[in-house]
C-alpha cells in the first residue's frame, strides 16, 4: 500500500542482491547499447554506504522486478513480449536490467525508489536491509527466522 500511495508508474523498495557484497539491486547508472542480437551494458548499482542519511523518493535508472510495483499503464504502453531474457548475457534466464532500462530510455518511465521500504531476496538465506540508530544501513541474513547482522 505504501508503494501505491506514492502515485508512480514504476516504484520498487530497496532489495539487497543475493549475492556479496549484497548491494542494492538499483542502478545510478544503466545505460545499453543495442547491436543486432546483443547488448552491451555499463551498469553501477548502488552500495548501502550510498543512501545513508537518505530517506524517501529517489528517482534511478534501474531497479529490481523482485517487489516492484508497476501500474497497468505501464503493460499498457510497452508491448509484449515485455521480458526479453539473454539480451545481454545468452544464458541469463531473467534480467531486470533491460527491463528497466527499455521502460526508462524506449518508452520514457520515471524510475523511483522507497528507500524507506525494503523486502528481503531469498537466497539460502534472506538476504535484507535495515537502518541502525545513526540511519546508516547495516546488512542483515535471516536464517530460520533470526536475524543477523552481516
Not at 73 to 80: E, N, S, Y
Not at 94 to 120: N, P, V
Request: a neutral charge; one cysteine or more.
Amino acid at each position: 500500500m505504501r508503494l501505491l500511495s506514492h502515485g508512480k508508474d514504476i516504484i520498487a523498495p530497496l532489495v539487497p542482491m543475493r549475492y556479496p557484497p549484497f548491494d542494492f539491486v538499483m542502478y545510478k547508472k544503466l545505460d545499453l547499447i543495442e547491436h543486432q542480437e546483443r547488448v552491451t551494458c555499463a551498469s553501477s548499482t548502488y552500495a548501502m554506504s550510498d543512501l545513508n542519511g537518505l530517506s524517501g523518493l529517489i528517482s534511478v535508472q534501474g531497479l529490481p522486478k523482485s517487489g516492484c510495483l508497476m501500474r497497468e499503464r505501464v503493460w499498457k504502453t510497452m508491448p509484449p513480449p515485455w521480458f526479453k531474457m539473454g539480451r545481454i548475457e545468452p544464458d541469463q534466464i531473467d534480467d531486470d536490467r533491460y527491463f528497466m532500462w527499455e521502460a526508462r530510455h524506449k518508452y520514457g518511465f520515471e524510475l523511483w525508489c522507497d528507500t524507506d521500504q525494503s523486502i528481503t531476496h531469498i537466497t539460502t538465506v534472506a538476504i535484507g536491509c535495515k537502518r541502525d540508530e545513526d540511519k546508516r544501513y547495516v546488512r542483515t541474513a535471516g536464517i530460520h527466522g533470526a536475524l543477523l547482522e552481516i
